[in-house]
Structure formats: C-alpha cells, structure tokens
C-alpha cells in the first residue's frame, strides 16, 4: 500500500487537494522545522546581495565559496531560495564548480521546496519578480521597481534594496522607499486576495514586528547617512509613526517595553556620524534626536531614557555649534590655565557652576540623576563638554565624540579620558600639560594621536570671529609671568621628537594617527617612511610607493582614508611654478601619480568607486590651485589649460563613479576662473585686436582654450542643473525632507556667478541671481550655519552681479531684479543691493587684476 493510501482516508480528496499539497504534507510530516529552516551561519541574503552587486571580477571570484556554499544548502529560507534561483538563470560559465552544483541539484526537492513556499502563499513566479527588482542596473533602478506595483513582497527583498552596494544618485529614490515603508508596513489595510487565487502570506503588509524594524531602521540610518545626512530628520518621523501606531502591530502587555527599546534604539542610531561632513551634518542628527523625544512626551506615558540612549545624545551634543550661552561662557575663559570663568559684572558673580553647563555636560547630570552612574566614558564627554569631574575646568570643543572602549577593553576609556583632555586645550603649550599630566603610564596611541594634531594645528586669524573650541584652531599661547625656565619646560616637543618617542616605546602608528602625519608631512620621504613604520601591509605600502602599473588586489589593502592622505601629501607637494626654473619630470609627475592610483584603488564595479569622494575631491582642488605647474612653462596661461583639460578628462569618470558633487563643482569653477583671469591678465584692454584674445570670443572659435572652454561651460551648467534640481514631492507623502539633495552654499553662488561673469554669460548670471531670490530661505539656511563667512560670500556674489552684468541689463530686467530684491528687503533688510562703493571695492580687491579689466570691458559695452 502506497504511502498516499495510509495518509488519505477514503472520499477526503477534497479536504486534501492536490498532489503538490500531499507532497508537501508529506514532506512536513517526515522532516522537522529546524532541517527546513536551519540556522545558517551566513545570511543567505548577505550572499545574494553579494551575488547581484557588479563587483570587480577579483572580488567575485573572493565570493567564490560562498556562493558554492549557499548553493547547496536545502532550505526553505526566501532570501536562500531566491539566491538558488538566481543561480539557475545565470551563466555560469565561468565558475565550473559552481556550475556543477546548480546542474546537480536534485529537481524533485527543489519543486518540494516551491511546493512548501506556495502553501505559505508564495509562488516560483514570485522569486523570479524578486530577482528583477534586486537585479536593477544601480540602486536607483532597483527602487523604482520595487514600487512599480502593489504586488507583495517579503520584507528581505527591502532590505537587500537597502543593503546593496549601489548606491543612491536620485533624492527621488530615497522618498520612494521611505513612501513604500509608510504605506505597505505602517498604514493598516484589509488584506486582499492574489487575482489568480490562493492564500495571502500572513500579515505580510501590516506587520512590522520589533526586530526587523530596527533592522530596517538601521539600514534606512547607515544609507541616509552616507548619501543624504541631512534627510535624517525624515527617520525620525517614520519611527515615530511607528511607536504610536506600535499597538496596532504588537500585542502583548510588555508593549511599553518594546516601545523604550525602539526609542532607545533610535536615539541610538541617530548619534552615529554622516560619512562626509560629519561635524556640519550632526545638527541633523539632534533634529531628528529631539523629534524622537518630543514623541515621546506626547504618549500617555513617555518613554524610558536608557543610558545608551543618555550618552547617545551627548555624542550628538558635543559636535553642536556653542548656543549663545555657551558662546557667552567662552568668552569669559581666563587666558591662564586652567581656564576658570572671569566674572565681568555682577550678573557674572550670582552665576553658579551650574548655569555655566554646556549642553553635553547638563544631559549628562541628567542621566546621573536617572540612576545612571558615571564611568570613564561619561568623564570624557564631560571634558569636551568642558567640564572635567572634581577637575579644573577644561575648553569646550566642538568634536566628534571619541571612540567608546567596551567589555574587556572597557578600562581602556581611562585613557580616553586622557586623550579628551589633550583635546580640550586651546594650544600646543596647554595640550603639552595635559599629555604629561599622567606621569606613571605610558600614553597609548590616542593620546599621541591627540598631541599630533595640536601640533599641526593652524593658528587662528585675528580677524575670526573664533573662540576657543570652535575648531581645530589654535590660540595664542598666553605666558603669564613664567620663568625662562619654566617656559621652557612647558613648551612641547617638535613633532618628529615626539613621533621618535612614541616609536621607542613600541607604539607604531595606524589609524587617524597615521592619517594625520602622513597628510602634514614635510616631504614626499617622510609621509612614505611613516607608512613603512606603520602595521599596514609592506608589500601594499611598497607597491603604492612605485611607478608601475597599480594593481587593486594590492592597493585594496590599504585603508582608504590612509590612501586619501597620501593622496593629499602627493598632490599638497605638488610644486607651482617657478619663474625660469625649470621643474623636475619627478615633482610634475606628483599629481598624475596620484589620479593613476586613485584610478586603481577606486577601480570601477567596487564598491569604494561608487561611495568614495574624498580622494577626487582633493586631485580636484589641487587642479583648482592658483599657480599650479603642470608643463615646464613659465606662461601661466599654458599650465592654466593643461589644468583644465585634465579636470575635464577626470570628470566624466568621477560623476560615473560617485555622481554629481557640489564640492568638485566648486573646483571646476575655480579651475575655469583662474584660465579666464590667465587669459584678461595679459590682454590690452586698449588694442584694437584684444577681443579675440578674451574667454567669450575662444569658445566661439575651434582653438584648444576655445574649446575646453566652451566643454567646460556644458559641464557647469549641469552640473548646477543637476545640483539645484528639486526633491519631487507628493501631496500623499506624509514624511518631511529637504527641498534639495545637495547644500548649495553662498561659496557655491559666489563662485559660478563670477565664472560666468568672466565668461560673459549675463543671461545665465541673470537666470542664477533669479534662482538665488526664489530661494531666499534655503540661501538664508545656509548663511546661518557658515556664519559671517556666509554673509560675506552672497554680499560677494552680489557685487559680482553688480559689476559685471548690471551695465549691460535692458531697463525691463533691471527693474523686474529691482522690484523683486525690494519685495524682499520689506521683510529682510539684511538683503539688498550693494553700495557703489561697495562693489567697487570687491572689483579693486583682485590682485591679479582680471576683475578690473572685465568691468572696464562690461562698461565700455554699456556705453555703447
């Protein structure tokens, strides 16, 4: 008797239905859960984001035994099956091995296995949609099919979306998945029926549980904060949504539980740092921050701060700009150490310790006074905060909080603590007491990485508005009245003494320490001998210090915020020119050295190429440098056109790697700018035949400088397009984000409205200054956080305007630009048109004298 007849009772065929659902009962009933769904020690969706990334072919072939292994795993996992069935449509001609297993695989189980997914209401059809939106040219490509339609999908598929290597170009993609989180997980909705039948996966569209939200969360954080930190706010909101709506997806008495450990969890993620701009773009992590918090004291019963959560906020505290209180106590710091508030007035004397508390140090009184005692972490952000526990006060210094030694290591945060207090100094003299303040223990490296970086630091300018703290900066040393021989004690070592003790004590150099040496260092020899003492691979150090042909394998070795500072040493000593001297091919080839082995490590299909800015970021401002030398010519037009055709053959590779940067477009208009003034310099404005010589006259003819001047003007345009396109918005999407994807600051407007000055491009000056007045508000944004500096650059920019294309305006745009800056002034008075005097004093500040040939050319037009 067949093992159908013993399980099926007579006349129970439609209680049974079809074979496909014997055979799977069948095979429940002979096989247990754990063998179905085992515990595998790698994430198959892991290995199948892997699989669909367009990796470089080396480090597809590193994959290799994954694959092989996820391959022959029988499990009925989505994401596992999913990768099995990727496998079956791809070739595989390339990895016979692999190819040998997915040809050996027993079709019998496999249909078994479909069999189990349809009876949990998923079908072969199904996996084959999954492949086609994780299957997306680049990340944008797989969102837009993600939401192309209503058709459900397991949560996996989202966060290998979000997990993959592509990453995002378009602002666009980034309100679709957060629209698509809002909508399938967080709106309640009846469930419907698939058209063609059968059952609807459990809950799949409306439940969120707990633990894959703050997966999720954590993948939607780390995304936002690499492509569009200052969208972070936006998270805020989601899981805000969530927490309320918390009851309707989890049911149970411990609800309130969970509800603390997602606001805990949050609080959390949001402290962690933006991978670019990371100080500047925290103001958007303590947006979303205080979102969260404000939550919570609107629920019945608000939220349980933990201590991660307490120290969290603090992390994110520290990186704030000083509020005007805290600006206030700064100013009153003595300029003796350590430096106790001066009482100016007798406002000054009724304060208390307690009134001068920074921000960080009061949240952290607040998580004492919660039952959370401090440890030595607690007592670093206290220093930085300027605060030292039963210490002498210490400076407040705007920072990244440092790292955070935990479990065994977690003693070592007593040389945190250390390392804070060499921080909080205002220069090498105060940093230098700090260090030796510790006598009977040797510093570890981030104490000595601290003392390095007061050592290079810069002096502040006496005309900043800087106090001590505000930056990386330094003060001016204030000696009292110390002997000779006292002052000569304090006074630290050179750099170099101290780098030959740190290495006499068997620390060797790694990380931010080897960073900062490298990048300050006095010569091509010494940053290449600081790799060499370093613990990063010799034969990669010995392969980046050599000419040849660079190899990824190798180059990948190295870490790649250590490959941007030798690229920033290689491309810092690249020389200027020189007058008649000639300059060696050895020094010239410096900067090309440094693109062929940015070329190599950030090789096209990885990953680094797609994400990492900072290395093209620094070749570019080095092609953007006054006097660079690139050919043994004393002309400085010559090298400014060289200078510019590199900079457009680099471009088309960079924004094909990492997109469109407002950074590089910067460059590029200083780039065009200094071959525009280069070419005004040298002409007589009073010749007859000076016209043909000026930038607007070359890019309507077939000369080299025409034409790279004419390809440069297309690429600014847009790229300015592109950098000043919208977020598309929806009237149904219920979260809030930025207008714009990138910053356009007023260094951004000040330098394209004077390359198009020099350009003579007066329609597309008068299209940007339209552009500038429509966007009032987002221009005023970005003064608020640069400052006077800001204010500076749109008063610049305005002059620019002033000088250089208002003579030549028809009555009719004069007036309409005219109405429009007075529309504005009735409610600003901070805006409005630059005196005379004004802009004649920006045109006479050019010490080139470019400024003042164009607006004697812009003003013999206008009489004309």
């Keep these: 008797m067949s093992a159908q007849q013993l399980i099926v009772p007579r006349r129970a065929g439609s209680l049974w239905g079809t074979r496909a659902t014997f055979a799977q009962t069948l095979s429940e009933m002979t096989s247990t859960r754990r063998h179905r769904f085992p515990n595998l020690k790698i994430r198959p969706s892991r290995a199948l984001a892997l699989r669909l990334e367009r990796q470089h072919p080396e480090q597809a072939h590193r ?19 999913t990768f099995q069935k990727l496998l079956r449509q791809q070739d595989l001609g390339n990895d016979k091995e692999l190819a040998a297993i997915v040809s050996k695989s027993n ?41 192309s339609s209503d058709r459900p999908k397991p949560i996996f598929v989202l966060m290998n979306v979000l997990s993959s290597g592509r990453p995002f170009r378009s602002p666009d993609s980034w309100r679709k998945v957060l629209d698509y989180i809002m909508n399938t997980y967080m709106t309640p909705r009846a469930r419907n029926p698939r058209d063609t039948g059968g059952t609807v996966p459990a809950d799949h569209r409306v439940r969120l549980s707990v633990s894959k939200f703050i997966i999720l969360l954590r993948r939607l954080t780390r995304r936002v904060l690499a492509f569009w930190p200052r969208s972070i706010p936006a998270l805020a909101d989601l899981t805000s949504t969530y927490l309320i709506n918390l009851h309707t997806i989890e049911t149970g008495e411990n609800l309130y539980h969970k509800q603390c450990r997602v606001f805990n969890w949050a609080l959390a993620e949001f402290s962690r740092p933006a991978s670019f701009e ?88 607040l998580s004492t006074e919660a039952g959370y005692p401090q440890d030595e972490y607690e007592r670093a952000l206290n220093v930085l905060g300027g605060e030292a526990t039963n210490q002498p006060p210490t400076i407040q210094t705007r920072s990244l909080a440092p790292k955070e030694w935990k479990n065994e290591k977690e003693q070592d945060n007593f040389y945190t603590v250390w390392a804070m207090k060499v921080r909080a100094t205002r220069n090498p003299q105060e940093a230098w007491r700090a260090f030796t303040s510790f006598t009977d223990v040797d510093p570890p490296l981030q104490v000595y990485t601290e003392m390095f970086l007061k050592l290079q630091a810069a002096e502040t300018h006496a005309t900043r508005d800087v106090l001590p703290g505000d930056s990386r900066e330094t003060h001016p040393v204030h000696h009292g009245n110390f002997s000779e021989y006292e002052l000569a004690r304090l006074t630290p070592p050179t750099l170099q003494n101290l ?18 040496l490298v990048s300050h260092a006095r010569s091509l020899a010494e940053g290449q001998q600081y790799l060499r003492d370093s613990t990063i691979n010799a034969d990669a150090v010995a392969h980046m210090f050599s000419n040849k042909g660079y190899l990824h394998t190798i180059l990948r070795r190295i870490p790649l915020l250590v490959f941007r500072s030798y690229i920033q040493l290689l491309c810092r000593l690249h020389p200027d020119r020189r007058g008649k001297n000639k300059i060696s091919s050895t020094d010239l080839g410096q900067l090309h050295q440094a693109i062929a082995l940015t070329k190599a490590r950030l090789a096209p299909g990885t990953t680094e190429a797609a994400t990492f800015r900072p290395a093209w970021q620094i070749i570019c401002r080095t092609l953007a440098r006054a006097n ?35 950074e590089i477009f910067l460059y590029l208009c200083r780039t065009v700018q200094k071959l525009a003034v280069s070419l005004f310099v040298r002409v007589d404005m009073d010749s007859r035949h000076s016209d043909s010589h000026l930038p607007i006259h070359l890019m309507h003819g077939d000369s080299r400088t025409g034409n790279l001047l004419r390809a440069a003007d297309e690429v600014l345009r847009n790229m300015f397009k592109k950098i000043t396109a919208p977020v598309p918005s929806s009237p149904d999407f219920k979260l809030e984000l930025p207008g714009f994807l990138h910053p356009v600051t007023p260094a951004h407007l000040h330098g394209y409205m004077r390359t198009l000055a020099f350009l003579e491009d007066t329609e597309s000056m008068v299209a940007l ?8 508000d987002l221009v005023d944004d970005e003064v608020e956080r640069k400052g006077d500096g800001g204010r500076l650059m749109v008063a610049k920019m305005l ?21 429009k800056m007075d529309q504005i002034a009735e409610v600003d008075s901070s805006w409005h048109w630059p005196a005379p005097e004004d802009t004649d004093a920006y045109v006479e500040a050019d010490k080139r004298g470019g400024s003042q040939k164009l607006q004697q050319r812009v003003l013999a037009a206008s009489r004309q």
């Design 63 to 81: 994959y290799g035994h994954l694959f092989r292994t996820m391959a022959k795993i029988n499990s009925e996992r989505l994401p596992l099956m």
């Design 107 to 147: 079709p019998d189980l496999w249909q078994d296995r479909l069999n189990s997914l349809e009876r949990r209401g998923w079908r072969e059809a199904d996996i084959d949609h999954w492949i086609w939106i994780l299957s997306g040219e680049n990340g944008d490509d797989c969102v837009s099919r993600l939401v």
């Design 278 to 365: 990371p100080i500047r773009n925290m103001e958007f992590n303590w947006r979303a921050q205080r979102k969260l918090l404000s939550t919570s004291d609107s629920l019945q019963r608000p939220l349980v701060i933990d201590r991660l959560s307490y120290r969290s906020i603090r992390k994110v505290l520290v990186a704030q700009k000083k509020s005007a209180a805290e600006r206030g106590v700064a100013m009153r710091y003595a300029k003796s150490w350590p430096p106790y508030r001066q009482d100016f007035d007798g406002h000054d004397a009724k304060r208390t310790p307690e009134d001068d508390q920074s921000r960080s140090v009061r949240a952290g009184t």
């Design 499 to 516: 780098y030959q003790h740190m290495l006499s004590h068997g620390t060797k150099p790694q990380g931010i320490c080897l960073q900062t």
């Design 628 to 662: 660079l030398a690139l050919v043994n010519k004393n002309e400085r037009v010559a090298n400014d056109v060289e200078a510019l055709d590199l900079f457009l053959q680099l471009n088309g590779s960079i924004e094909t790697g990492v997109g469109t940067d407002p």
């Design 769 to 776: 200054l339209d552009w500038v007045l429509d966007n009032k």
């Design 799 to 819: 002059c620019a305007f002033a000088a250089f294309a208002s003579p030549r305006l028809d009555d009719g745009v004069r007036a309409r630009l005219a109405a």
